[in-house]
């Protein structure tokens, strides 16, 4: 794994050799690669892109290095308030508008090379706005460890949980309405935030919650990936309430830990949980993520049947066997590329 730095340095997480270097730099700032780094990555069978990562740096060297794409947004296919915090305001919205053109350019950048699309719905996007080819498509899921992510007797301490950033295309406000709606009617649950969440950040989703539904709201800040199968497990339900999603990994580990899962009818959450479309709220209101988590709520003991078949929908999720299918598939573009004549394998 390459990232940016200064100097060159290594490091070994698990069985991950990660290297920081001046090439790692060169390619997040989209510059230009020297002979020096072109021959550096030369070495290696392939180089994978994730999410079109150094698209301009690395298409100067397609012909000569085997470059394969994973794909997780599609620019084209993002509204422009999927891109925003929570809170936004004109400058921000300018920004953005210009990080989704910069986007755009770096899917062109990449055209013509093997493209991996983390969701079906990605992979129609990819085809319909002509970011790839369809026969150099493949779709390959993101994966859940299985065997970390699972199950357990543990008992639930808290009603609610939201996992994710605050971006309004997570839809956190969402449910913070929903909730003030079942304190009206005398419902009481108690919500658990996950999140890298600033001071100023909290304290504009308190001021949404209120004063007395804000006691029944605890932030947790980021948790370990080794500690956050405790946290699925202590919630009676986990909700996705998002305005725009491409995958929705929270709700796949949280389906492999046997906790119910309410989502958005949208995206990658769909094709996650098609195992229970009745979970599935049809789009992004709070007044409907209301009636469902109340249902959910009331009547959490005849939900276990969804709960079997939540962790029967992560297994085939695992990351065996995701990574076995991308394995193969770099394999595979590699020698249909090896096979190819000259100008094709220059046009990747």
């Known amino acids: 794994m390459l990232t940016p730095g ?10 991950i050799l990660v290297k920081s270097s001046r090439i790692g730099r060169t390619i997040m700032l989209g510059g230009k690669l020297d002979s020096e ?7 290696f069978d392939a180089v994978i892109s994730v999410n079109n990562y150094g698209a ?17 947004t599609v620019a084209r296919d993002r509204p ?14 300018a920004k953005m508008g210009w990080q989704k053109i910069r986007e755009q350019r770096s899917e062109d950048a990449l055209r013509g090379v093997p493209t991996v699309c983390v969701s079906r719905y990605l992979l129609k996007k990819v085809v319909e706005h002509r970011v790839e080819e369809e026969q150099n498509t493949v779709y390959i899921p993101n994966g859940v460890d299985t065997e970390l992510f699972k199950g357990s007797n543990q008992e639930h301490t808290y009603d ?43 304290a504009h989703i308190q001021k949404i919650a209120g004063d007395e539904l804000s006691k029944n709201i605890s932030f947790d800040g980021v948790v370990t990936h080794e500690l956050m199968p405790g ?4 919630a009676g339900v986990l909700v996705a309430p998002s305005r725009y999603e491409t995958f929705g990994l929270p709700a796949l580990e ?13 995206g990658g959450l769909s094709e996650i949980l098609d195992y229970a479309p009745h979970m599935l709220v049809e789009r992004a209101d709070h ?47 590699l020698q249909r590329t090896t096979r190819a004549p000259p100008s094709e394998k220059a046009a990747g």
């Open 56 to 72: 301009h740096s690395l298409r100067s060297v397609l012909g000569r290095v085997h470059v394969v794409r994973q794909i997780h």
């Open 160 to 202: 609610l949980l939201f996992v994710g950033r605050f971006q309004y295309a997570k839809g956190l406000d969402l449910l913070i309405w929903a909730l003030k709606r079942l304190w009206l009617k005398g419902l009481r649950p108690k919500l658990r935030i996950v999140g890298g969440f600033t001071t100023k950040e909290r």
């Open 287 to 333: 007044m409907l993520f209301q009636r469902k988590i109340e249902e959910v709520l009331t009547r959490i003991d005849n939900y276990k049947s969804v709960t079997q078949a939540g962790r029967v929908k992560a297994e085939s999720y695992s990351i065996a066997s995701v990574a076995e299918k991308f394995a193969n598939y770099i394999q595979n573009s």
């Open 6 to 15: 200064d100097r060159e340095e290594e490091c070994t997480v698990g069985n």
């Open 80 to 93: 422009l308030t999927s891109y925003l915090p929570l809170k936004w305001g004109i400058l921000e919205y």
């Open 231 to 234: 946290v699925y497990r202590g």
């Open 37 to 43: 780094a072109q021959r550096w990555l030369s070495d």
């Open 254 to 266: 949280g389906a492999a830990c046997c906790t119910p899962v309410i989502a958005t009818n949208i």
